[in-house]
């Protein structure tokens, strides 16, 4: 049988795929800004009672499978997880302290697909991105 969780009603299974970018696909998830958001994002995800089940920094881009309670809606979420972790990026590493109208780091959009009874596919290929990224690279280069 399935982990199911449950709420004080309900019990759900509910975990999306979600895939979102910085800005104009820049590869800046690297070095100390990679290791701060992968500690950032699973302390927000924690603080609303999300849980990331899996996931993948890439330099241009993050791979998640997450548990969202049904109380919550998927983009609020997103749009939580997005707007913190990019105001305590610019906090650590652009040396802002304040008036944080206007900071940009992550693209307007994102991805998100409904995991359903796919779970164990959808983390193996989050898992293999990076592995699938680097075959892809040296395909396109001749290498």
């Known amino acids: 049988m399935r982990d199911y969780k449950s709420l004080s009603h309900t ?7 979600i895939v979102f970018i910085p800005k104009k696909r820049q590869k800046l998830i690297y070095g100390a800004i990679r290791k701060h958001l992968g500690e950032i994002l699973h302390d927000l995800a924690k603080r609303k009672g ?29 749009g939580y997880l997005k707007g913190k972790s990019a105001i305590s990026i610019a906090r650590k590493f652009q040396s802002r302290k304040r008036n944080f109208t206007g900071e940009h780091f992550w693209a307007r959009g994102y991805f998100v697909s409904t ?11 989050i898992r293999n991105q990076e592995k699938a990224d680097e075959q892809q690279d040296q395909l396109r280069f001749g290498l």
Do not use: F
Not at 51 to 69: A, F, K, N, R, V
Not at 116 to 124: F, K, R, S, T
């Open 115 to 125: 995991v359903g009874l796919d779970e164990e596919m959808v983390i193996e290929y």
């Open 11 to 17: 019990r759900w299974d509910c975990k999306y795929h």
């Open 50 to 78: 999300v849980t990331i089940e899996e996931g993948h920094l890439m330099p241009d881009y993050i791979h998640m499978c997450i548990s969202i309670p049904p109380k919550y809606a998927v983009s609020n979420i997103v």
